[in-house]
Protein backbone atom coordinates (compact mmCIF):
# COMPACT_ATOMS: atom_id res chain seq x y z
CA UNK A 1 0.00 0.00 0.00
CA UNK A 2 1.31 3.12 -0.78
CA UNK A 3 2.04 5.73 1.71
CA UNK A 4 -0.21 8.98 1.52
CA UNK A 5 1.82 12.26 2.06
CA UNK A 6 1.25 14.76 5.15
CA UNK A 7 -1.21 16.86 4.48
CA UNK A 8 -0.52 19.94 3.62
CA UNK A 9 3.11 19.05 2.09
CA UNK A 10 1.15 19.16 -1.24
CA UNK A 11 -0.33 22.65 -1.36
CA UNK A 12 2.81 23.71 0.56
CA UNK A 13 4.86 21.99 -2.39
CA UNK A 14 2.60 24.19 -4.92
CA UNK A 15 2.88 27.51 -3.31
CA UNK A 16 7.01 26.87 -3.58
CA UNK A 17 6.81 25.96 -6.92
CA UNK A 18 4.58 29.04 -7.67
CA UNK A 19 7.37 31.15 -5.69
CA UNK A 20 10.19 30.41 -7.66
CA UNK A 21 8.07 30.71 -11.03
CA UNK A 22 7.31 34.27 -9.95
CA UNK A 23 10.92 35.12 -8.75
CA UNK A 24 11.90 33.34 -11.76
CA UNK A 25 9.73 35.81 -14.09
CA UNK A 26 12.27 38.85 -12.43
CA UNK A 27 10.77 42.08 -11.25
CA UNK A 28 7.98 42.77 -14.24
CA UNK A 29 5.67 40.20 -12.22
CA UNK A 30 2.62 42.70 -11.27
CA UNK A 31 1.71 42.96 -14.70
CA UNK A 32 1.87 42.86 -18.55
CA UNK A 33 4.35 45.72 -19.07
CA UNK A 34 5.41 45.18 -22.53
CA UNK A 35 6.35 47.76 -25.02
CA UNK A 36 7.88 47.91 -28.03
CA UNK A 37 10.30 50.81 -28.86
CA UNK A 38 12.16 53.19 -26.52
CA UNK A 39 11.94 57.09 -26.33
CA UNK A 40 15.23 59.17 -25.94
CA UNK A 41 13.92 62.24 -25.07
CA UNK A 42 15.80 65.92 -25.04
CA UNK A 43 13.71 69.08 -23.65
CA UNK A 44 14.72 72.39 -24.12
CA UNK A 45 15.60 74.03 -20.56
CA UNK A 46 14.06 77.45 -21.41
CA UNK A 47 11.00 76.09 -22.38
CA UNK A 48 11.00 73.78 -19.16
CA UNK A 49 10.98 77.11 -17.29
CA UNK A 50 8.43 78.64 -18.93
CA UNK A 51 6.05 75.56 -18.66
CA UNK A 52 6.47 75.47 -15.16
CA UNK A 53 6.29 79.07 -14.40
CA UNK A 54 9.75 78.87 -12.36
CA UNK A 55 12.20 81.50 -12.12
CA UNK A 56 14.84 79.06 -13.45
CA UNK A 57 18.40 80.56 -12.32
CA UNK A 58 20.52 80.57 -15.59
CA UNK A 59 19.65 77.38 -17.11
CA UNK A 60 21.65 75.18 -19.64
CA UNK A 61 21.55 76.59 -23.57
CA UNK A 62 21.52 73.54 -24.87
CA UNK A 63 18.99 70.64 -25.01
CA UNK A 64 19.57 68.09 -22.11
CA UNK A 65 17.83 64.78 -21.60
CA UNK A 66 14.39 64.51 -19.87
CA UNK A 67 14.55 60.35 -19.86
CA UNK A 68 14.64 57.07 -21.78
CA UNK A 69 11.17 56.21 -21.62
CA UNK A 70 9.91 52.91 -23.26
CA UNK A 71 6.65 53.53 -24.47
CA UNK A 72 3.41 51.94 -22.67
CA UNK A 73 5.06 51.11 -19.61
CA UNK A 74 5.44 53.45 -15.86
CA UNK A 75 6.61 51.99 -12.67
CA UNK A 76 7.76 48.10 -13.56
CA UNK A 77 8.72 47.76 -10.23
CA UNK A 78 7.93 50.21 -7.17
CA UNK A 79 10.01 48.16 -4.88
CA UNK A 80 13.52 48.78 -6.89
CA UNK A 81 14.31 51.93 -5.34
CA UNK A 82 16.70 54.59 -6.57
CA UNK A 83 20.23 54.46 -5.35
CA UNK A 84 23.00 57.14 -5.86
CA UNK A 85 25.47 55.41 -4.67
CA UNK A 86 25.17 53.13 -7.76
CA UNK A 87 25.52 55.98 -10.48
CA UNK A 88 28.07 58.03 -8.59
CA UNK A 89 30.57 57.60 -11.25
CA UNK A 90 28.16 59.39 -13.81
CA UNK A 91 27.59 62.31 -11.60
CA UNK A 92 29.91 64.89 -13.62
CA UNK A 93 28.38 63.73 -16.82
CA UNK A 94 24.44 63.44 -15.33
CA UNK A 95 25.12 67.39 -13.89
CA UNK A 96 25.90 68.37 -17.07
CA UNK A 97 23.62 66.42 -19.65
CA UNK A 98 20.82 65.77 -17.37
CA UNK A 99 20.17 68.45 -14.92
CA UNK A 100 16.94 68.73 -12.82
CA UNK A 101 16.84 72.72 -14.32
CA UNK A 102 13.89 73.45 -11.98
CA UNK A 103 15.64 71.85 -8.63
CA UNK A 104 19.87 72.84 -9.61
CA UNK A 105 20.96 71.77 -6.09
CA UNK A 106 18.76 68.72 -5.92
CA UNK A 107 19.20 66.74 -9.29
CA UNK A 108 18.68 63.41 -7.76
CA UNK A 109 14.80 64.09 -7.23
CA UNK A 110 14.65 63.82 -11.32
CA UNK A 111 16.84 61.23 -11.31
CA UNK A 112 14.89 58.97 -8.86
CA UNK A 113 11.49 59.91 -10.82
CA UNK A 114 13.06 58.90 -13.82
CA UNK A 115 14.41 55.71 -13.08
CA UNK A 116 11.45 54.83 -10.97
CA UNK A 117 8.76 55.53 -13.35
CA UNK A 118 11.05 54.83 -16.91
CA UNK A 119 13.98 53.16 -15.44
CA UNK A 120 12.44 49.86 -13.98
CA UNK A 121 10.63 49.15 -17.39
CA UNK A 122 13.42 49.58 -19.80
CA UNK A 123 15.49 47.53 -17.40
CA UNK A 124 13.66 44.23 -18.91
CA UNK A 125 16.41 44.80 -21.74
CA UNK A 126 19.76 43.34 -20.14
CA UNK A 127 22.04 46.42 -21.38
CA UNK A 128 19.75 48.39 -19.27
CA UNK A 129 19.16 46.07 -16.49
CA UNK A 130 20.48 47.99 -13.72
CA UNK A 131 20.72 51.82 -12.54
CA UNK A 132 24.15 52.39 -13.79
CA UNK A 133 23.27 50.72 -17.05
CA UNK A 134 20.25 52.75 -17.49
CA UNK A 135 21.64 56.02 -16.78
CA UNK A 136 25.05 55.67 -18.64
CA UNK A 137 23.30 53.88 -22.25
CA UNK A 138 20.90 57.17 -21.57
CA UNK A 139 24.11 59.48 -21.34
CA UNK A 140 26.23 57.19 -24.42
CA UNK A 141 22.62 57.74 -26.77
CA UNK A 142 22.76 61.52 -26.13
CA UNK A 143 26.32 62.17 -26.87
CA UNK A 144 26.26 59.51 -30.04
CA UNK A 145 22.91 61.13 -31.06
CA UNK A 146 24.54 64.72 -30.59
CA UNK A 147 21.58 66.72 -31.05
CA UNK A 148 22.49 69.79 -29.98
CA UNK A 149 25.19 69.64 -33.07
CA UNK A 150 23.10 68.70 -35.40
CA UNK A 151 20.33 71.41 -35.05
CA UNK A 152 23.21 74.06 -34.91
CA UNK A 153 24.45 72.60 -38.71
CA UNK A 154 21.13 72.69 -39.90
CA UNK A 155 20.48 75.86 -38.97
CA UNK A 156 17.88 75.60 -35.90
CA UNK A 157 19.25 77.92 -33.61
CA UNK A 158 17.41 79.75 -30.29
CA UNK A 159 16.11 82.62 -31.64
CA UNK A 160 13.25 84.71 -31.63
CA UNK A 161 12.59 83.69 -34.75
CA UNK A 162 10.08 81.34 -36.04
CA UNK A 163 10.23 77.94 -37.86
CA UNK A 164 7.92 75.79 -39.46
CA UNK A 165 7.66 72.80 -37.34
CA UNK A 166 7.58 70.69 -40.73
CA UNK A 167 11.29 72.13 -41.92
CA UNK A 168 12.28 70.81 -38.30
CA UNK A 169 11.10 67.46 -38.42
CA UNK A 170 12.36 67.17 -42.58
CA UNK A 171 15.53 68.33 -41.52
CA UNK A 172 15.89 65.64 -38.51
CA UNK A 173 14.70 63.31 -40.69
CA UNK A 174 17.24 63.78 -43.49
CA UNK A 175 20.05 63.27 -40.89
CA UNK A 176 19.14 60.60 -38.72
CA UNK A 177 17.08 58.59 -41.17
CA UNK A 178 13.44 58.46 -39.18
CA UNK A 179 11.08 60.67 -38.14
CA UNK A 180 11.06 62.21 -34.92
CA UNK A 181 8.36 63.34 -32.76
CA UNK A 182 8.45 67.35 -32.00
CA UNK A 183 6.36 68.57 -28.90
CA UNK A 184 5.06 71.93 -27.74
CA UNK A 185 4.12 73.82 -25.41
CA UNK A 186 0.84 75.33 -26.16
CA UNK A 187 0.02 78.91 -26.07
CA UNK A 188 -0.12 80.98 -23.53
CA UNK A 189 -2.86 84.25 -23.50
CA UNK A 190 -1.78 86.65 -25.61
CA UNK A 191 0.38 84.48 -27.81
CA UNK A 192 -0.16 82.66 -31.05
CA UNK A 193 1.85 79.86 -31.67
CA UNK A 194 3.53 77.05 -29.54
CA UNK A 195 6.76 77.11 -28.71
CA UNK A 196 9.11 74.12 -29.09
CA UNK A 197 9.79 72.23 -26.01
CA UNK A 198 10.58 68.33 -26.54
CA UNK A 199 12.36 66.40 -29.40
CA UNK A 200 11.97 62.66 -29.54
CA UNK A 201 14.29 59.89 -30.98
CA UNK A 202 12.92 56.60 -31.29
CA UNK A 203 14.74 53.82 -30.48
CA UNK A 204 14.38 49.73 -31.00
CA UNK A 205 15.00 47.30 -28.31
CA UNK A 206 18.64 47.02 -30.14
CA UNK A 207 18.79 50.71 -29.92
CA UNK A 208 18.50 51.17 -33.44
CA UNK A 209 16.95 54.32 -34.74
CA UNK A 210 13.25 53.92 -35.85
CA UNK A 211 10.27 56.37 -36.91
CA UNK A 212 8.66 57.92 -33.74
CA UNK A 213 5.64 57.16 -35.18
CA UNK A 214 4.37 53.99 -36.73
CA UNK A 215 0.96 53.94 -39.57
CA UNK A 216 -2.67 54.14 -37.86
CA UNK A 217 -0.49 55.43 -34.72
CA UNK A 218 -2.68 58.10 -32.83
CA UNK A 219 -0.69 61.47 -33.83
CA UNK A 220 -2.30 63.64 -31.30
CA UNK A 221 -1.30 61.00 -28.49
CA UNK A 222 0.08 62.75 -25.17
CA UNK A 223 2.84 60.86 -23.74
CA UNK A 224 5.22 60.89 -21.17
CA UNK A 225 5.64 62.90 -17.73
CA UNK A 226 4.88 66.33 -16.76
CA UNK A 227 8.61 68.45 -15.79
CA UNK A 228 9.96 67.56 -12.32
CA UNK A 229 8.72 70.54 -10.36
CA UNK A 230 5.04 69.83 -11.50
CA UNK A 231 3.99 67.60 -8.43
CA UNK A 232 1.14 65.72 -11.01
CA UNK A 233 0.15 65.98 -14.44
CA UNK A 234 -2.34 68.42 -14.40
CA UNK A 235 -1.70 72.08 -16.48
CA UNK A 236 -1.06 72.45 -19.75
CA UNK A 237 1.76 70.19 -20.08
CA UNK A 238 3.23 69.14 -23.79
CA UNK A 239 1.21 68.71 -27.36
CA UNK A 240 2.44 67.58 -30.58
CA UNK A 241 3.31 70.96 -32.46
CA UNK A 242 0.44 71.26 -34.55
CA UNK A 243 0.80 74.91 -35.71
CA UNK A 244 2.70 76.09 -38.75
CA UNK A 245 5.16 78.42 -37.21
CA UNK A 246 6.92 78.53 -33.75
CA UNK A 247 9.59 80.20 -32.01
CA UNK A 248 12.49 78.09 -30.23
CA UNK A 249 13.34 80.51 -27.45
CA UNK A 250 16.66 81.98 -26.59
CA UNK A 251 17.99 80.70 -23.08
CA UNK A 252 16.34 83.29 -20.65
CA UNK A 253 20.36 84.56 -19.65
CA UNK A 254 20.05 86.18 -23.44
CA UNK A 255 16.21 87.74 -23.11
CA UNK A 256 16.57 91.51 -22.50
CA UNK A 257 14.90 92.12 -19.33
CA UNK A 258 11.55 94.17 -19.34
CA UNK A 259 12.27 98.12 -20.40
CA UNK A 260 15.95 97.44 -21.38
Not at 19 to 42: N, Q, T
Not at 129 to 134: A, G, I, M, T
Not at 170 to 192: H, N, T
Not at 199 to 219: A, F, V, Y
Request: proline content about 9%; glycine content about 8%.
Amino acid sequence: MRPRAPRGVLPGALGLALCCLCGALGPWRSGDHGWKKLIMVHHWPTTVCKEIENACSDPPDYWTIHGLWPDKSEECNRSWHFNLEEIKDLLPDMKIYWPDVTHPPNHSHFWKHEWEKHGTCAAQLDVLNSQKKYFGKSLDLYKELSLNSMLQKLGIKPSINYYQISDIKDALASVYGVIPKVQCLPPRQGEEVQTIGQIELCLTKDLQLRNCTEHGEPRSRRWGDAWPARATDEGPGLENCSRSVLPLPPPLSTVPLHGE
